[in-house]
């Protein structure tokens, strides 16, 4: 008869099987996949999660091809971009918050800051930080705004694979037509 905690403080010893994933995922992988979804780094990630630093690398590569693996990574990135409210919509309007940044929208008509509290989210999501200058006996209040120039990149970037996408795939492609008041009207036949 074997004893139930035997088998705990004593495993069986089990042949790797070649060519094929366990069957399940053990713990030191699991924490190389929690670990993995801290920075993205594989090699990082294997060092942090206890495997050799000599081959931190090879281990890295071989979890990341492993299917079980792959799919807690994918997983967790899903729960990821849930918890954080990622997608590609999301991505898009924080791009175009910057991209189309109008610095007059941060000052009263009065020439001063409105204050962090009262600033619209377009306008929110553009400020980077703020600074505060000792000018003579008085300290004056200073926005330091995010760099347009890589969200206007980001935007160019974005209306390429658009419009590429729309060449190679016509029949899956959104036409957009945009409609005056004039073209509305009905044409008049001349008699």
Known sequence: MVRKDSILLNPPKVKKSRGRPPEKL????L????????????LKAAIRAGYSDSNASA???RLLKNRFVKEAIQIATE??????ELSADRTLLE?????TFDIRRLYKADGSLIPIPELDDDMA??????EFKKIGKEYVKEYKIWNKE???VMMKDIQKLVKENADANPAESVEIEFVTESARRPEREVA
């Not at 053990?26 to 992988?29: D, E, I, L």
């Not at 924490?31 to 594989?42: A, K, N, P």
């Not at 791009?95 to 991209?99: G, S, V």
């Open 95 to 99: 791009i175009n918050r910057l991209a």
């Open 125 to 130: 999501a553009c400020v980077k930080g703020v």
């Open 31 to 42: 924490l190389f996949v929690q670990e993995y979804m801290v920075d993205r780094c594989g």
């Open 26 to 29: 053990n713990a030191k992988m």
């Open 59 to 61: 281990t890295a590569i």
């Open 150 to 152: 890589p969200a206007l």
């Open 79 to 84: 729960a990821q971009e849930e918890r954080l």
